[in-house]
């Protein structure tokens, strides 16, 4: 890793699904990835037969998602927490990666896989429980789309869904959708607010993994560049932010973090 000395000081992270690429979970616009266009919120929405290729194609991918485990750069992260050198954490993804690698205090920006909630009563549920009560209803569906390819979401690709049996709420038989930020839906807006408090307070600003496609995250980015922070991105192949970066570097987000982390021996 080159010296990077905006570095200096506490860092608010921004971390994108190149983090966890090591992990085994794909990204979604990586160097050579197809262009590809997750499910929306109104989609999801629009009728019983898009709830059922959703979960058909969600509960064969959080099977292997669930298997994942933290990488070298997640490890990393959550040493440089230890050592008091993160001001806040803040990721795009869904994964958990970051909680399970022992960070603390993470700004889970678009939720997390691991929740389920009720469209229809809000009840929310154990992700594990509810992928239990659809392997009862559909028994051996995971074995047999074995081959699907795995997108970055946590789903796969499958073509045919409609011999997929759904569950409804636990609570009042209504639709259940994986508690996470879909397109068209907007990020709540005490988290946004959490996220602009805390980099205000920051030294710099850290982005990592991560193509700043939507706004989500690239709004960060303008109100760092806005203020006069360093914003350092850490990407293979080209972002959003790339104009507005005091220094851009193309490597690969583990080796960076461990680099910047220091060894193990020597934080713990």
């Not at 200096?8 to 990586?30: E, K, N």
């Not at 051996?140 to 789309?145: A, F, M």
């Not at 307070?201 to 690239?218: C, K, N, P, T």
Request: a negative charge.
């Amino acid at each position: 890793m080159e010296d990077v000395h905006e570095l200096d000081g506490r860092l608010l992270v921004l971390t994108g699904a190149g983090v966890s690429t090591d992990s085994g979970i794909p990204d979604y616009r990586g160097p050579g990835k197809p262009v590809r266009t997750p499910m929306t919120y109104q989609e999801l929405v629009s009728g019983p037969e898009a709830l059922q290729r959703y979960w058909a194609r969600a509960h064969v991918g959080w099977s292997r998602m669930r298997q994942a485990e933290p990488n070298g750069g997640h490890l990393a992260l959550a040493r440089m927490q230890r050592q008091g050198r993160v001001e806040l954490l803040v990721t795009q993804n869904v994964d958990g990666l970051h909680e399970r690698a022992g960070s603390t205090d993470v700004v889970d920006l678009h939720g997390r896989i691991s929740d389920v909630v009720c469209l229809d009563c809000r009840t929310v549920f154990p992700r594990t429980r509810v992928q239990q009560r659809m392997s009862d209803l559909n028994p051996g569906y995971t074995e047999r789309h074995a081959e699907a390819l795995a997108n970055p979401d946590g789903d796969v690709a499958l073509e045919v869904t409609s011999d997929f049996a759904i569950a409804g709420c636990e609570v009042c038989g209504g639709r259940l959708k994986p508690d996470v930020v879909f397109f068209g839906e907007n990020v709540p807006k005490p988290r946004v607010q959490r996220v602009y408090d805390a980099l205000d307070r920051a030294d710099a600003l850290l982005v990592v993994g991560s193509s700043l496609a939507v706004m989500s995250g690239f709004r960060f980015v303008r109100h760092a560049a806005k203020r006069g922070q360093p914003v350092v991105i850490v990407n293979r192949g080209a972002t959003r932010g790339d104009d507005l970066a005091t220094v851009k570097l193309e490597e690969g987000t583990t080796e960076f973090l461990e680099a910047l982390a220091g060894p193990v021996a020597a934080y713990g």
